[in-house]
């Protein structure tokens, strides 16, 4: 597979803009931080930052909510990465909800974003003063997103009014908060899931193989295909785990991501299948589908 030139502008320009941001904020806030999900978006996030910052180190720790239910491979990604990039790695995980034994089986899958993610989130932020957070988020993710700003403001309670929004004329952004305010940071806002992709081809940037297809133990469950990645997962009256080949476009919390059947198993085949599909890489998150407007609601209480 091979790049056009046309691409490759196109790539590098957005590349410019997302570390145009990245250096604005590092500039002007005292205390940021790096949201780290581990998947594919956050894996050219980190690459971006590191680029930024080059030959230095990152000027500022990453974050890891864990949930307890991520996918085995995430968690053991996450900690290779740090390894190989010595970053500066804080993992935050909600012990209420732990104690509470909080999971997506028992709970359902509101109940559970919002104490082991939202809440999780917002007890980081909270305990070591972040006053900026860098996520993955783009605007062609889902609609609530393509209305957020690149800047995107949070009242002391961390809570996103889509009401009140500040202006970003000609790439300027207003950097000004209060005491107990925030912001968070969207770098790759103007990036698609096919630039994405694109970029990590062409970057040669290291992910999770979770997003290349190959057999994996998958049950049919209210029309996603679910994998089994643990002893955990409680099998319904009727349902055994069957081997199919899938992959994922986007991951999250196993129970709660839907896999996609596909034999793409290398990157130009991934990426021929984005130029194919007219489906939203979304479409797999429970979380997502809780109810009308689920996520600028998630997103209003504090979510990523």
Not at 2 to 11: A, E, G, Q
Not at 20 to 40: C, Q, W
Not at 246 to 259: E, I, M, N
Request: hydrophobic residues 35%; glycine residues 4%; charged residues 30%.
């Amino acid at each position: 597979m091979t790049s056009s030139i046309s691409t490759v502008t196109h790539l590098k320009q957005l590349e410019a803009e997302s570390i145009h941001i990245f250096r604005e904020v590092a500039a002007e806030f005292d205390n940021p931080v790096m949201l780290y999900s581990v998947g594919k978006d956050s894996s050219v996030l980190l690459h971006l930052a590191r680029k930024a910052f080059a030959p230095g180190k990152i000027p500022f720790p990453l974050l890891h909510v864990d949930t307890t239910w991520k996918f085995q491979e995430m968690i053991a990604f996450r900690d290779k990465m740090a390894k190989k990039h010595e970053l500066d790695l804080l993992v935050h995980i909600n012990q209420d909800g732990v104690d509470m034994n909080i999971n997506p089986f028992i709970h359902g899958s509101a109940k559970h974003t919002d104490i082991m993610k939202t809440e999780g989130l917002k007890q980081a932020l909270n305990k070591y003063k972040f006053d900026a957070a860098f996520g993955g988020a783009r605007r062609d993710e889902e609609k609530s997103r393509a209305k957020e700003r690149v800047y995107s403001f949070r009242d002391e309670n961390h809570r996103w009014d889509p009401k009140n929004q500040r202006p970003e004329l000609w790439n300027i952004y207003n950097s000004q908060i209060n005491k107990g305010e925030s912001i968070r940071v969207f770098p790759m806002s103007n990036w698609t899931e096919l630039d994405i992709w694109q970029y990590i081809y062409m970057e040669n940037i290291e992910i999770p193989s979770l997003y290349l297809a190959k057999p994996r133990p998958v049950v049919e469950r209210d029309g996603l295909l679910i994998m089994v990645d643990d002893e955990r997962m409680p099998l319904k009256e009727g349902e055994k785990a069957e081997m199919r080949s899938v992959r994922f476009r986007t991951l999250g919390c196993y129970p709660l991501t839907g896999a996609v059947e596909s034999t793409a198993d290398t990157l130009p085949e991934v990426i021929q299948e984005m130029l194919l599909t007219k489906t939203s890489e979304r479409q797999g998150r429970v979380i997502d589908n809780d109810s009308s407007g689920s996520m600028e609601k998630k997103k209003m209480e504090g979510y990523f």
